[in-house]
């Protein structure tokens, strides 16, 4: 350590890989989608406190976020926000299992990363048929 | 490791909550403490939102107005507030690199979650009470 000398200019070493080196996987797909589906969902807060705010606030302000959340835009939106919401916590539950220690070796990981985007397109749709059903 | 390390304090010390930062492994813990409670919580928050969904404004005040359904989504929002605050600072920290920028971009998370859960649990707290 004490005998390296610092270049006057420094070496050009390679940087780390990153995403556009590596060809796309199924692993590699789900943790950059736990993490769109987080600020997702982070953003979609304001959605939230929009129709809370607009319920408390009175009858006028409420027609209009339900004109809002109603029209086709708004669902579009909102199923998005469900697939977001349902996918991130299938997403979590694979880190708990990550975190208990199990689920590393191939086989696992690529049934829980696809098993994360199969419950959640299912559970989202399942979702979506009960609210409009009762709707 | 230093020959002159001879301190009888395991590693384990200088992680459980107070490493060379101060605050050790607390973000983690944390952000998984939050993640469990969200599991239950979140799909709460679906089955109250579809509830909602199919009523009117009187209805749907005092369906907000319930204790349980109030209580469910007052955890909902401030659970998922801190949730969100700790996850998107380390998507800050990890994509942020100007220094400036990058403590603005983490006061500016703070203040967003905060704006955001309190609106939402103050609009809880006005239905549930009746005024």
Request: aromatic share 10%.
């Amino acid at each position: 350590m004490a005998e390296a000398k610092s270049p006057a200019r420094p070496a050009e070493r390679p940087l780390s890989p990153h995403l556009q080196i590596y060809s796309l996987t199924w692993t590699m797909a789900m943790s950059v989608i736990h993490r769109a589906t987080g600020i997702a969902l982070y953003a979609g807060t304001l959605l939230l406190a929009y129709w809370l705010v607009s319920l408390a606030a009175g009858p006028a302000a409420y027609a209009i976020a339900q004109d809002v959340f109603g029209s086709v835009i708004g669902r579009v939106v909102l199923f998005g926000y469900t697939w977001a919401l349902l996918h991130h916590m299938a997403g979590g539950i694979r880190h708990f299992v990550w975190d208990l220690g199990y689920g590393f070796d191939y086989k696992s990981r690529m049934g829980l990363a696809r098993g994360t985007l199969i419950a959640s397109g299912i559970l989202t749709i399942v979702i979506w048929v009960i609210g409009l059903s009762v709707g | 490791m230093s020959q002159f390390h001879f301190s009888i304090r395991t590693p384990a010390k200088g992680v459980r909550g107070l490493g060379s930062a101060k605050s050790g492994t607390e973000h983690f813990w944390r952000q998984r403490v939050t993640a469990v409670a969200m599991v239950p919580l979140a799909l709460a928050f679906v089955a109250i939102v579809i509830c909602a969904s199919t009523r009117d404004y009187e209805s749907a005040r005092a369906l907000i107005a319930n204790p349980f359904v109030a209580i469910l989504l007052l955890l909902f929002v401030v659970t998922g507030a801190v949730h969100g605050k700790l996850g998107v600072q380390i998507v800050i920290e990890d994509y942020i690199h100007h220094e400036g920028l990058k403590v603005a971009a983490v006061i500016a998370n703070i203040l967003f979650t905060v704006v955001v859960a309190v609106a939402a649990v103050f609009a809880v707290l006005k239905i549930s009470f009746g005024v």
